[in-house]
């Protein structure tokens, strides 16, 4: 059964940092593109940031560019979203997702295969 299980949400106040991880289960991250994407109250799902398969590339949102890190550890099958610098509008549910079939990743929830069940993450001022 294939898996993916994100964890490190929490309370942090504004300006403060967490780092999310999204951990694999029955297939391996490092042939898989990635998705962070985020959904607050009463708005739709966004991407936040991605990784392509073997690093091909990477890509950010614009809310988040210069504050957030996305890395991986291929020993842990793990993916990384170090959140720093944040702020209440970041306060969302946190899904991480893999795409299975594209070349690169892209922010777009339609091209995703598989989901995590989020993590939240509550930013106060």
């Known amino acids: 059964q294939e898996q993916l299980v994100e964890s490190g949400g929490g309370l942090v106040q504004a300006g403060g940092s967490l780092r999310l991880s999204c951990t694999a289960s029955?297939?391996?991250?490092?042939?898989?593109?990635i998705g962070w994407f985020r959904q607050a109250p009463g708005k739709e799902r966004e991407g936040v940031s991605c990784i392509s398969r073997q690093d091909r590339s990477i890509y950010y949102a614009d809310s988040v560019k210069g504050r957030f890190i996305i890395s991986r550890d291929n020993a842990k099958n793990t993916v990384y979203l170090q959140m720093n610098t944040l702020k209440p509008e970041d306060t969302a549910v946190y899904y991480c997702a893999a795409d299975y079939f594209g070349g690169s990743c892209r922010l777009d929830r339609a091209v995703q295969t598989k989901w995590g069940q989020g993590t939240q993450v509550t930013v106060s001022s």
């Open positions: 029955g297939f391996t991250l490092y042939y898989t593109n």
